[in-house]
């Protein structure tokens, strides 16, 4: 006698959600979303703190409809974990860009290198050669009028 084997198909896992979606809020700003928005001074973590503490000491007398002490300090402490979440970002984003950036500026001293030397040897042909001058007519401008306003400058952060 054979025994028949059964068939059977496991069902699928249902689906884990990885992370929670992103809330409305998280959308970004435009800049003119941004505009609009109040910027508290740069020290509101201590004044906000003192705040909120006399404000406590002073409950009964100052009241408000649709605010308290406990709400403030709610709104204080989602601004400070945010805020901590924006740095922590950064200081990740800046070490990944770091190298990146390190780079670019070496690719572009190497560039830029080579760029003065060929202006030099065409400026030394140009010398004797009219056609060649005038080919690198330009180059010997740009690098003049970049000079001239980078001395300029230097010379207004000397007198002010």
Do not use: C
Not at 39 to 66: F, G, N
Not at 100 to 112: F, K, P, Y
Request: without cysteine; proline residues 5%.
């Amino acid at each position: 006698m054979k025994k028949s084997a059964k068939k059977t198909t496991k069902k699928p896992a249902p689906k884990k959600k990885t992370s929670k979606p992103a809330p409305a809020s998280a959308t970004a700003l435009t800049t003119r979303d941004k505009q609009k928005l109040l910027k508290p001074h740069r020290d509101y973590p201590d004044l906000v703190a003192a705040l909120i503490k006399a404000w406590a000491a002073s409950s009964r007398e100052v009241r408000m409809a649709d605010m308290s002490p406990a709400k403030l300090r709610a709104l204080f402490n989602a601004a400070q974990a945010a805020d901590q979440r924006e740095q922590a970002a950064r200081t990740k984003l800046e070490e990944k860009l770091q190298p990146l950036s390190d780079r670019r500026l070496m690719a572009e001293s190497a560039m830029w290198k080579a760029v003065l030397d060929v202006n030099a040897v065409a400026r030394a042909v140009g010398r004797s050669n009219a056609t060649v001058a005038s080919r690198f007519e330009f180059l010997t401008k740009a690098l003049t009028a970049r000079r001239e306003a980078a001395a300029k400058e230097e010379e207004s952060q000397a007198k002010g």
